[in-house]
């Protein structure tokens, strides 16, 4: 649940921010996850394409960086014989095993598919880990059609899982797919976003059952006037969802149809119109125009993403769209204009596992913010509209526990928010001075944070509160943020 704020935020100048990350950047407890990748170079799918061993270490650093992600401490055996793992786990004193593997039955292309986990026959307490696993991991092959959880398997004859090798507790041993099955293996985990969907799920598992926050999908906003606000959410059925605020009326809601796995996008470049991004069930790009009243429905823009979309608009006749690509985890932005367009897609070469942000300032100047493979936030600009970018993505040098949400009040401001690694909700200011600020705005949140700006002196900020309802928190020129967060009532 949200914890409410009964004293204006505290802001802390740049001059202390590197106390400040060191502080926030400590977990409330020392979970540590032992992530075991298969070195089996001996198994290959039957066309010799793909590799057990290589897919999962490549699943293991994916999986640390997540867990990384998420506060808990996490160790990849990487190339480590067995018994040289199960010493190490030992050493480093694990409080959970996690071993990946892929499947495989017979010696050619099969029809057996989906996701198993492996457990020590004798323990109840990892025999409920495993469960949570593979439910998780099969959840999140959702979007490739791989989502067949073949549940548990109870062993006695699993080096690593032999409590007598190593002692921690829970442990399993995740068998993600085969890949002696066509469809598995070209399906997902030849493919970068299918190893990081098997990262995502085995992440996803180990937070479900130590009671950790993780699902980080939040809404969306934007605002066309003084007077309106709109924010889009993925609902309880993967569909958009539309909640609409006027000083007239109020909050209202209505439903978009389509359906994603991941977070929409909305922006609004002038009154009166509005342009919702999603992508679909194949990770497809989508858009969904509002004018005059009514909505064109989703139409296909032909691009596969990794991640839901990040949108702005430098003017009227402009609106600016970043994403994570779905064959390299690489940031790209995509220039649209009245008298354009679509443009093509513009490489911005940062990698991060997130939806990164873009912000525009004013007519032709661009901010991209992401989270990096190190959990810590960066930025890339742009002074002439998309066209060139800086050479190389500044680091801000503090680690964040979600990926960024940002907005411009003016040209001389960049408001971000984020989760902190101590789950509050944190907000990262800067000034035409050059000044970045960082602030703490407490709370406990869930997912990324939204943020409107109504104008130059009015923002609302949209926060996922752990109970899952939604919380709204204003800010004005005049008065500051309020006093606390309002509880709207949503839940998601």
């Known amino acids: 649940m949200i914890i409410m704020i009964n004293k204006q935020t505290l802001s802390i100048k740049i001059v202390v921010i590197f106390l400040v990350c060191i502080l926030t950047a400590i977990p409330a407890f020392a979970l540590k996850v032992y992530v075991n990748p298969s070195i089996q170079t001996g198994n290959y799918s039957p066309d010799g394409a793909y590799q057990e061993a290589a897919g999962m270490q490549d699943v293991a650093v994916r999986l640390v960086n997540k867990l990384i992600g998420r506060g808990i401490e996490a160790r990849n055996s990487g190339w480590l014989s067995l018994s040289g793992a ?126 950790i926050i993780y699902n980080e999908d939040g809404p969306s906003a934007c605002s066309m006037n003084s007077n309106r606000i709109d924010m889009v959410s993925r609902g309880a059925y993967g569909q958009v969802v539309l909640d609409t605020w006027t000083s007239a009326v109020g909050w209202s809601t209505v439903s978009l149809g389509g359906v994603t796995y991941e977070a929409p996008a909305i922006v609004s470049r002038t009154n009166g119109i509005l342009d919702a991004f999603c992508a679909s069930t194949t990770g497809v790009l989508h858009q969904n125009h509002y004018e005059n009243g009514n909505w064109s429905g989703w139409q296909n823009l032909n691009q596969t993403l990794a991640s839901g979309p990040s949108v702005c608009s430098q003017n009227s006749n402009n609106i600016t769209i970043c994403a994570r690509n779905g064959g390299n985890n690489q940031v790209y932005v995509r220039n649209w204009t009245t008298s354009g367009g679509w443009g093509s897609w513009v490489p911005l070469y940062g990698t991060t596992y997130d939806s990164p942000c873009i912000v525009s300032r004013a007519s032709g100047t661009l901010d991209v913010f992401a989270r990096g493979p190190d959990n810590k936030l960066y930025q890339k600009s742009s002074y002439d509209g998309g066209v060139t970018w800086t050479a190389n993505w500044y680091n801000h040098n503090f680690v964040i526990g979600s990926a960024p949400a940002g907005v411009s009040r003016n040209s001389g401001n960049v408001e971000l928010f984020f989760r902190g690694t101590n789950n509050n909700m944190m907000g990262h200011n800067w000034n035409s001075g050059g000044v970045w600020t960082l602030a703490d705005y407490g709370g406990q949140i869930s997912a990324v944070p939204a943020v409107a700006k109504r104008d130059s002196n009015t923002m609302d900020v949209f926060v996922r509160g752990t109970d899952d309802y939604l919380y709204q928190l204003g800010w004005t020129a005049a008065g500051g943020w309020w006093a606390g967060y309002y509880n709207m009532g949503y839940y998601y």
């Open 86 to 211: 199960c010493t190490d786990s030992e050493n480093w004193g694990s409080d959970c095993f996690v071993a990946l593997h892929t499947d495989a039955s017979g010696s050619g292309w099969t029809s057996t598919h989906g996701t198993t986990t492996l457990y020590w026959y004798n323990n109840p307490t990892s025999a409920y880990f495993a469960g949570i696993c593979s439910d998780q991991v099969s959840r999140h092959f959702t979007k490739f059609g791989l989502n067949y959880n073949r549940g548990t398997s109870a062993r006695s004859d699993l080096y690593v899982l032999n409590p007598s090798n190593q002692s921690a507790v829970p442990s399993a041993l995740v068998e993600g797919l085969f890949h002696t099955n066509y469809n598995d293996v070209y399906g997902a985990l030849m493919n970068d976003s299918g190893r990081q969907a098997y990262a995502e799920g085995v992440c996803a598992a180990v937070c479900k059952y130590y009671g």
